[in-house]
């Protein structure tokens, strides 16, 4: 009879093999955005729901010249490999095994490289703020997802609501060319990056503890030589939560 009770009674599945689109300005192409092998998988059951996908690739292609040294400026480093892989659980709180938060967020990033160019990042600015459509779209997201932010911090606050995450980086690299042709540049390899946070009772209060931790980050020139190499980084913190009931 359990078994019964928590079998999914909702299945969705969706994917896309490949989603690409080409902003143009003044008739020439400016940048091209690629998303390719997406998948998802939903599931609703009695106690609760579960969404998990992976993305295979996000790809920004700089259009604007032909003897740019850097064409891509944002995809993976490792193309064998999914850009993320996610899964996202909802629990119901009066259900007896109820594990002590509503939401589970567990996502994994593999190795990424972002070229930043100022002047690209000036050109993306323009174009976006001489789109009407485009500029309301961004615009209602933004309020929309600012409003959301804000009504979850202070039920969080308060202990309701809660989220537990496992959040996963795999080295994400950031090259930051010196000159507008990019034969000259610096890398910033972020190394592995990782976040984690509990909850506990602590009989009228509930606490929360997040640990943040950054392992072999790396900066170094085009040519090779090493600015920073190999450094460890460790957050730990921890607060009370719903101190607004007490």
């Known amino acids: ?66 003897d740019l040294h850097f064409r891509e400026k944002l995809g993976l480093r490792d193309r064998s490999r ?44 323009v174009y976006m703020a001489q789109e009407p459509l485009l500029q309301s779209i961004m615009g209602k997201t933004a309020s929309a997802v600012g409003q959301s932010a804000k009504k979850a911090a202070g039920l969080h606050r308060r202990g309701i609501g809660l989220m537990k995450v496992d959040l996963k980086l795999v080295n994400p690299q950031v090259l930051l060319p010196v000159d507008d042709a990019g034969g000259r540049y610096v890398v910033a390899d972020l190394g592995e990056i990782t976040l984690k946070n509990t909850f506990e009772d602590m009989g009228e209060t509930k606490t929360e503890s997040f640990e943040v931790d950054i392992c072999a980050m790396n900066l170094q020139e085009g040519a090779g030589s090493h600015l920073m190499e190999n450094v460890d980084i460790r957050l730990k913190g921890h607060r009370e939560l719903n101190s607004l009931l007490s």
């Open 82 to 125: 999914s850009v993320v892989e996610f899964e996202f659980q909802t629990f119901d709180a009066g259900a007896q095994d109820f594990p002590g938060h509503e939401y589970f967020l567990l996502l994994e990033m593999s190795s990424t490289r972002l070229v930043y160019m100022k002047d690209f990042i000036e050109d993306l600015r």
């Open 1 to 66: 009879d359990m078994a019964v009770q928590r079998r999914a009674v909702v299945h969705v599945t969706a994917s896309i093999e490949l989603l690409s689109a080409t902003l143009m300005r003044e008739g020439q192409p400016l940048v091209r955005l690629a998303m390719t092998a997406a998948k998802c998988k939903y599931e609703q059951g009695v106690q609760g729901s579960k969404t998990s996908g992976k993305l295979g690739n996000f790809v920004v292609e700089d259009l604007r010249r032909e």
